[in-house]
């Protein structure tokens, strides 16, 4: 059977032709991405996507009013027989305020068939340093301890935020040498008075973005007697 292969640039959108024998039909539906069919979103995270290929008009509809999916590319009319039409929907959400793990599905349906991918959002921010350990479902979920010796007085931490941030220190002990900024990946130093105490002092960085606030354990250890 003679093949021919072609591409389409139209509103986010693809096409490939398969073939063009006319008395054969050619039927496939098949997801891309999330991979596995599911995604990890964070708090302050408000995009991601559904990328699929399609020989079917379809339909994209989400179980959530926290998740959507772009209008334009919600329902389409598939008017190209036996071509896979490539899919790359925007799904956006709202920022994740409610202290708890959430789960949307988002669906596509395309004539005989349909697939169903999960976006889990997360009820923090993506803090890299220090890093979270696994607590719930396999995700990663508490921040681990950044720990210092008591003559330690500079550390970091690292970030990456959707939108504008602020850091500050819960009790004023530590002092961020940056306190706001944009979306985007940052590192932060810190500085902190020696610990001349008996015991350990702790602190805790707030982290905020997009109305959701992470909190990042610190801990100075006593000197050792």
């Not at 098949?30 to 008009?57: C, G, H, I, N």
């Not at 339909?59 to 998740?67: I, P, V």
């Not at 004023?172 to 040498?177: A, M």
């Amino acid at each position: 059977m003679k093949k021919t292969l072609f591409l389409l640039a139209c509103a986010g959108m693809s096409l490939v032709q398969v073939s063009c024998d006319k008395e054969q039909e050619f039927h496939s539906t098949q997801l891309f991405y999330p991979f596995a069919a599911r995604s990890l979103v964070y708090a302050d995270q408000q995009e991601d996507s559904l990328v699929f290929e399609t020989t079917e008009s379809w339909l994209l509809t989400s179980n959530s009013s926290w998740c959507t999916v772009a209008d334009y590319i919600a329902k389409v009319d598939n008017p190209y027989p036996n071509t896979l039409v490539i899919g790359k929907a925007p799904i956006f959400f709202t920022p994740n305020k409610s202290g708890d793990w959430r789960l949307a599905i988002v669906s596509i349906n395309a004539g005989e068939y349909s697939a169903q991918a999960a976006y889990y959002q997360a009820p923090f921010l993506n803090v890299i340093r220090p890093a979270r350990v696994n607590t719930q479902d396999g995700f990663p979920n508490k921040l681990s301890e950044l720990t210092d010796s008591a003559r330690w007085t500079t550390d970091s931490v690292t970030f990456r935020v959707f939108g504008h941030w602020t850091l500050e220190s819960q009790s004023q002990r530590l002092t961020p040498e940056v306190t706001q900024g944009r979306a985007g990946l940052h590192t932060v130093r810190f500085s902190q008075p020696v610990n001349t105490t008996a015991t350990d002092q702790t602190d805790t960085l707030l982290l905020v973005c997009e109305g959701v606030t992470d909190k990042i354990p610190v801990r100075q250890l006593a000197p050792k007697r």
